[in-house]
């Protein structure tokens, strides 16, 4: 059975939530699992900070930058405590071309904006990979862009579907490895020209290899209790809904309750595919 497994920005935001997200996977070792994996904690939001500071020619760009990279190394310190940090030299790179990228302001916002906030999710899943290799998890880290094909639509890529499918395919085939570990958010044009998916596209990015592989089903793995009828930050009241219907899963995604991206649900129940979250 394939499965695709969610796990958000809360999801990683710490050592201690990477560690237990490893647990959680050997849990399922029978099942080949797609492990689609967020930008760590609040990273997004900060990544969009830092465009906007350094658009405007700020000085404070370098420092959110800073704090940022301060962030992760807190959570690298600590998975790899009293080891070697293997993923260092490549977190070390990432970051560079990360910097390089803020300063191409000549670029359009929303390209701009593909080309640098992409860098959360391919630095998150750099120090899971690792951790991973660290715990003995074999596992294949694949480049989302290089298989999620979209169109130039920066910001709000739409995939290609049929190119993609070829692409998720082949690797799937070629991969002897039981746990694909990706990021979400992320794709790429046929060009090769990073894109995003809009905002919680990682979701989306869960559905679309979910689609694609025929999985059996797509957990979203939170740090809330089930799916929600409302944001829980702003309503927490919001109430536990335990079953509910493709259309309706649509309704509320699209009603602004922050829980599922709302290209999510479409290509799922075209093929039938339940989303699960817990
Ligand atoms: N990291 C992106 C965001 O925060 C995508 C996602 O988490 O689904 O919107
Ligand atoms: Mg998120």
Not at 31 to 40: E, P
Not at 66 to 93: C, M, R, S, W
Not at 113 to 132: A, C, N, P, R, W
Request: net charge neutral; glycine share 6%.
């Amino acid at each position: 059975m394939i499965k695709v497994f969610k796990f958000g920005g809360a999801s990683v935001k710490d050592a201690c939530a990477v560690r237990n997200m490893s647990d959680i996977l050997m849990a399922y070792e029978s099942d080949n699992l797609i492990v689609v994996v967020s930008a760590m904690g609040k990273t997004t939001n900060a990544l969009e900070k830092i465009l906007r500071l350094s658009r405007d020619n700020s000085a404070d760009a370098s420092v959110v930058f800073e704090q940022l990279v301060n962030y992760h190394k807190t959570i690298t310190d600590e998975l790899f405590k009293g080891e070697q940090n293997t993923a260092a030299p490549e977190l070390a790179k990432l970051w560079r071309e990360l910097w390089d990228k803020f300063q191409l302001t000549h670029l359009s916002y929303d390209e701009q904006y593909d080309q640098t906030v992409s860098y959360g999710e391919l630095i998150s899943t750099t120090i899971i990979s690792h951790y991973f290799q660290k715990i003995g998890m074999k596992h294949h880290h694949a480049d989302a862009r290089k298989l999620i094909i979209t169109n130039h639509r920066f910001r709000s890529a739409d995939p290609d579907w049929e190119t993609t499918s070829g692409k998720v395919n082949t690797l799937f085939e070629q991969t002897s490895e039981k746990i694909l570990l990706t990021q979400g958010f992320i794709g790429g044009t046929s060009d090769k020209r990073t894109t995003t998916l809009g905002r919680e596209g990682s979701d989306f990015t869960s559905a679309i290899l979910a689609w694609c592989l025929n999985a059996s089903e797509v957990v979203i793995w939170k740090d809330v209790p089930g799916l929600l009828n409302a944001d829980p930050k702003r309503f927490p009241a919001a109430l536990k809904i335990s079953q509910i219907s493709y259309s309706e899963a649509i309704e509320l995604a699209y009603y602004g309750a922050t829980v599922i991206h709302p290209k999510t649900i479409k290509p799922l129940e075209n093929k039938n595919i339940p989303l699960k979250v817990q």
